[in-house]
């Protein structure tokens, strides 16, 4: 995994840079979330709109709503699809699992991509995507970090 600036790049996923999204190809749908720079340029999430399952997306298009300490704004479809799940049970149960966890239990959308054969090719992945995001994290100052988690008292 490649790290600059102490933002993790996970070199099995394809990213839509500009929209600071991540993308794992699954059977034939592909599961999305913020990257490191997303979550860290946010700080920490406290609300999820999701847009329903069923609903089909046009790529840059909002899948969900996100408001967090600092901002309120779209996650961007990185792909055409159909949204056939959404993680909303795993954010009540972990809110700040988006910022603690944003390429594993974070993941926010399932998408069946409906243009995938169109649209792939304009995400980038391995060597491009460390290379492009090395440089948007340079431009944009960013130094990520993940939420510290609150303990609970007993």
Same mark, same amino acid.
């Given at each position: 995994?490649? %790290?600059?600036?102490?933002?993790?790049?996970p070199e099995d996923l394809a990213y &839509?840079? $500009?929209? &600071?999204?991540?993308?794992? *190809?699954? !059977?034939? $749908?592909?599961?999305?979330?913020?990257?490191?720079?997303?979550?860290?340029?946010? /700080? +920490?999430i406290v609300t999820l709109q999701f847009?329903? %399952? !069923?609903?089909?997306?046009? *790529?840059? @298009?909002?899948?969900?709503?996100? #408001?967090?300490? +600092?901002?309120?704004?779209?996650? =961007?479809? =990185?792909?055409?699809? #159909?949204? %056939?799940?959404?993680?909303? $049970? /795993?954010?009540?149960? @972990?809110?700040?699992?988006?910022?603690? &966890? =944003?390429? /594993?239990?974070?993941?926010?959308?399932?998408?069946? =991509?409906?243009?995938?054969?169109? $649209?792939?090719? &304009?995400?980038?992945?391995?060597?491009?995507?460390?290379?492009?995001?090395?440089?948007?994290?340079?431009?944009?100052?960013?130094?990520?970090?993940?939420?510290?988690?609150?303990?609970?008292?007993?």
């Amino acid at each position: 995994m490649a %790290v600059v600036r102490g933002c993790e790049l996970p070199e099995d996923l394809a990213y &839509d840079v $500009e929209r &600071d999204v991540w993308v794992r *190809r699954d !059977g034939g $749908e592909v599961v999305c979330g913020m990257t490191d720079v997303a979550q860290t340029r946010c /700080g +920490k999430i406290v609300t999820l709109q999701f847009r329903r %399952v !069923g609903r089909t997306v046009e *790529r840059g @298009h909002s899948l969900c709503t996100i #408001e967090s300490a +600092k901002w309120v704004g779209p996650f =961007p479809a =990185p792909l055409t699809g #159909e949204i %056939v799940a959404v993680n909303a $049970e /795993g954010f009540a149960e @972990h809110p700040l699992m988006v910022n603690t &966890d =944003p390429y /594993g239990a974070g993941w926010l959308v399932r998408l069946r =991509p409906t243009r995938l054969e169109r $649209e792939w090719p &304009d995400l980038l992945t391995g060597e491009a995507a460390q290379t492009a995001y090395a440089a948007r994290i340079a431009e944009l100052e960013v130094n990520c970090y993940r939420c510290a988690e609150s303990e609970e008292a007993s």
